[in-house]
């Protein structure tokens, strides 16, 4: 079938794309250098980390959410959200 092409809304400092039967909100967060280890400590991801979430968090990604439904996809504020995963993005340093 069809699928609904990925928004950037740069300004909301969002993505949404289409997730099975629904649409996924993403922010491109700009978190300070050490957010990370706040959730895992100094050293890092413990030795056991393969694929586990961090607690969901939705008071640190209201603005975000709050400018996708108001600018992006008004439709959002009819819907509401299913779930919410709060989990890092791995990205190379280069």
């Known amino acids: ?20 039967d629904g649409i996924l909100v993403g ?3 700009m978190l300070p250098a050490d957010a990370v280890h706040r959730e895992w400590g100094r050293g890092g991801p413990p ?17 975000v959410l709050e400018h996708a439904m108001e600018h992006t996809m008004p439709a959002l504020q009819d819907v509401g959200f299913a779930s919410v ?5 791995i990205w190379a340093p280069d």
């Open 27 to 29: 922010p491109y967060e």
């Open 47 to 63: 030795s056991t980390w393969a694929w586990e979430l961090f607690p969901d968090n939705v008071d640190r990604l209201e603005a």
């Open 85 to 89: 995963v709060n989990g890092p993005t």
């Open 1 to 20: 079938g069809s699928r609904v092409p990925v928004l950037r809304d740069l300004r909301g400092s969002s993505y949404l794309r289409q997730e099975q």
